[in-house]
C-alpha cells in the first residue's frame, strides 16, 4: 500500500478494520483462516475456536515488517486443507497481490464448508485510490492487478457463491498530507451518496451455496399408473397371411 501515501494507507487499514470487526464478530463456526496483509487483524473478534493468520509467497519475508510472525506460509493457488474443511476465509487484497487469482479463488472454493463465508477486500480500479496505486512508485515483488467490483462480482456468481454484503469507502483523494485530506473530508459524505461504486475500496461478503436434493411429495408415485398395467396389443387372427385351401382344410357341407 505503500504508493497511496502513509495518510490514506492508515485510512484504509481504519476502514477495513472497523468493517472487519462489524461483520466477522458474529459469524460462527470451528476454524477461520486470514491470508494476507496480517497488519489487518480480521479475526480478532471473531469467536472461532481455531484461527489462523496465513501469509502467501508474495509477502515480505525480509523481517522489516512490525508484526508477529504468522502461524504458517502457504501458496496462494494451492491450499493445504483438504475439501470442505473451513468455515471462514477472509482475503484482504490477496487476490489482486496474486499471480492467479481465478486459482486461489477455486481454492477458497474447495476448502470451505457449504454455507462457509468468504470476505474479499480490493482496491477499486475506478477510483483515485486504484489509479495512485498503479501508477506509483514500482514496489518489490510480483506486479499487482486490480481486480474491480463487478468483475470479481462475476467470479463469485460463477462459482456458486451468494454475494449477501457489498461496501464501499474512501472517496477522498490521496494526498501527500494529512491536512489536505482533512480539507477534502466533505467528498466521503457526498461520495458515499452519490457515487458509491467509485469509491477507494471495496468489500464483498459471500456465501458458499451447493444445490441440495429436493424431495418429493410422499405418495406421489402412487398416483402414476404403471407401464405393465396397460393392455399390450396382440395380433388378430384374421390379420395373418392366408395359404391356399387344401383337401384336408375342404368343409364337407352334406
Request: with cysteine; charged share 20%.
Amino acid at each position: 500500500m505503500a504508493p497511496l501515501g502513509q495518510p490514506a494507507a492508515s485510512r484504509l487499514w481504519a476502514w477495513e478494520q472497523a468493517q472487519t470487526d462489524e461483520l466477522l464478530a458474529d459469524v460462527f463456526g470451528y476454524h477461520a483462516v486470514q491470508l494476507g496483509w496480517p497488519q489487518l487483524q480480521a479475526l480478532r473478534h471473531n469467536r472461532m475456536p481455531h484461527r489462523w493468520q496465513a501469509c502467501a509467497e508474495f509477502e515480505c519475508t525480509d523481517g522489516s515488517n512490525d508484526w508477529v510472525g504468522p502461524d504458517l506460509w502457504l501458496d496462494s493457488r494451492a491450499w493445504p486443507w483438504q475439501a470442505d474443511s473451513l468455515d471462514l476465509v477472509v482475503l484482504p487484497h490477496t487476490l489482486e497481490r496474486s499471480t492467479d487469482p481465478h486459482a486461489c479463488l477455486r481454492e477458497v472454493e474447495r476448502v470451505l464448508i457449504p454455507e462457509g463465508q468468504v470476505l474479499i477486500t480490493g482496491l477499486n480500479p475506478l477510483s483515485t485510490w486504484g489509479w495512485r496505486q498503479t501508477r506509483g512508485v514500482p514496489q518489490p515483488g510480483p506486479a499487482q492487478t486490480l481486480i474491480g467490483y463487478r468483475r470479481l462480482r462475476d467470479w463469485l456468481r460463477l462459482l456458486g457463491f451468494e454475494v449477501h454484503v457489498s461496501r464501499f469507502g474512501g472517496w477522498t483523494p490521496p494526498m501527500a498530507s494529512e491536512g489536505w485530506m482533512r480539507r477534502l473530508n466533505w467528498m466521503e459524505s457526498a461520495g458515499e451518496r452519490w457515487w458509491p461504486i467509485l469509491g477507494g475500496v471495496y468489500l464483498l461478503l459471500a456465501t458458499k451455496r451447493v444445490p441440495a436434493g429436493r424431495l418429493l411429495p410422499a405418495r406421489t408415485w402412487r398416483k402414476v399408473r404403471s407401464p405393465a398395467a396397460a393392455a399390450a396389443p396382440v395380433a388378430r387372427s384374421d390379420a395373418l397371411p392366408c395359404r391356399p385351401l387344401t383337401e384336408k382344410d375342404a368343409i364337407d357341407t352334406r
